[in-house]
């Protein structure tokens, strides 16, 4: 990976996913122009016929009215079903393990009262440090409903060594070391802080190993790295869908529950209407039969109007294809991290790991002086990142809508935020 400035202009030549930027919309800049967007870890930019399939809910809801639930082009009382067959195909699962539905939290706590089952002495949750603070809030509630104290419940798995992220070893000592006491082990795909990776495969293995359930938080992972459910095996998974999925703010979550536990039925589950079987459910009985699969943890009919945008996104990762994203995003994040360890080593280091099969887009930077600073000059001349207390400055550039010669800019920025500006190796000072 060359650090120079003439990389970027010869891999966006042949970029075969560089047409997709002109499906998005992305916000404008104080110059006027599209904003150097690296923030789709956290809301992703925006697709550009999502306005279509929003004003497609619009019009059949004023043309249709009620009858839109049975009617129309996508009748809203399955609007979610082929949604979620998509999410299925993308995380590696079966269509009938996946459930478009409610927010990611909201998810984590239907989950957490199947699958925190704990047992006299055996009740601590396994979870990564600098998980997303809903988890541990969700988890720490649900040890306290169960009588528990959070504090003696909640174990982390923590950097050891002084070090930003986790050595992998290290998660499955410590998996098996707390073997005996613990009942659930919930960590992230990819973590939303350090931008860690980790493998899924190894974590549930371990957890089996110790006869403890196994899920994740997959909020940074899906549309970002791939993700193989049905190899990794573990028993539910949540994320959302307005990350790399680009769904649009607050858009619903999802949830796979591992087919295995479909007709467990002493699995506590708490029920609603719209996870009642299909086939009766209009019929309004008083005793609930649950749906096929996954969907049988749906609680309230679907969110039709905040689910259409996802609807132009998904269409735009089939045609882009996981494979070939991947590869981009790994190119991206490369040549930053390579421009990063070249000229601004001295201002910048690196949070998140630098190998490759340990992150996905995202790279946490630490600014080694005045970071806040740092940040909100970025901010000025239009770079849209993040900033994480204490210390961090997230960028994500996201492939469906970002070329190498964006990263290009988007270093050159980092360089003058931090009192760095770049001279590329490529050209001459004064050029
Ligand atoms: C890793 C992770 N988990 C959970 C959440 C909470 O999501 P929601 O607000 O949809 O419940 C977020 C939100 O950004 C997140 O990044």
């Known amino acids: 990976m060359s650090p120079t400035r003439g990389f970027a202009v010869a891999a966006d030549a042949v970029d075969p996913l560089a047409h997709l930027k002109a499906r998005f919309n992305l916000p404008t800049g104080p110059d006027g122009l599209p904003a150097l967007y690296f923030a789709g870890h956290s809301l992703g930019a925006q697709p550009a016929d999502a306005s279509v399939e929003v004003g497609r809910v619009l019009d059949e809801w004023g043309h249709l009215g009620v009858k839109g639930y049975f009617s129309g082009t996508k009748p809203w009382v399955s609007y979610a079903d082929d949604l979620s067959a998509d999410l299925a195909s993308l995380v590696g699962a079966s269509a009938n393990e996946v459930v478009l539905m409610n927010t990611l939290t909201v998810n984590l706590h239907l989950m957490l009262v199947s699958f925190y089952r704990p047992r006299n002495d055996r009740f601590k949750i396994l979870i990564d440090e600098h998980a997303f603070p809903s988890d541990r809030y969700a988890i720490a509630s649900h040890a306290r409903f169960h009588g528990y104290d959070p504090r003696e419940a909640i174990v982390e798995i923590k950097a050891t060594g002084g070090e930003d992220t986790v050595k992998p070893e290290y998660v499955i000592e410590t998996i098996l070391s707390h073997g005996g ?251």
């Open 181 to 431: 006491q613990a009942c659930l082990v919930l960590m992230s795909g990819v973590n939303y802080y350090t931008g860690q990776r980790y493998a899924l495969s190894p974590v549930v293995r371990a957890a089996r190993e110790v006869d403890c359930l196994v899920g994740f938080d997959l909020a940074h992972a899906v549309g970002n790295v791939p993700v193989n459910l049905n190899a990794a095996d573990p028993d539910f998974a949540v994320w959302c869908t307005y990350k790399y999925l680009n769904g649009g703010p607050a858009s619903p979550g999802a949830a796979f529950v591992n087919r295995r536990h479909f007709n467990d039925e002493a699995m506590p589950r708490f029920d609603g209407w719209w996870g009642h079987d299909i086939g009766t459910r209009f019929k309004m009985p008083d005793w609930f039969e649950p749906a096929d699969g996954a969907k049988a943890w749906q609680l309230s009919n679907s969110p039709v109007l905040s689910s259409a945008p996802l609807r132009a996104s998904m269409k735009i990762f089939k045609e882009a294809d996981m494979h070939r994203v991947r590869r981009k995003s790994m190119a991206l994040t490369a040549y930053l991290e390579a421009i990063i360890a070249t000229y601004l080593s001295h201002r910048v280091d690196l949070i998140t790991p630098s190998d490759p099969e340990q992150r996905g887009a995202q790279l946490s930077l630490r600014i080694l002086s005045s970071a806040r600073d740092a940040f909100d000059a970025l901010t000025e001349v239009g770079v849209v990142a993040d900033w994480r207390e204490p210390d961090a400055i997230r960028v994500a550039p996201a492939p469906l809508y970002t070329s190498f010669d964006d990263v290009r800019r988007l270093a050159e920025a980092i360089g003058q935020a931090v009192g760095a500006p770049i001279t590329w190796k490529d050209e001459s000072p004064s050029t």
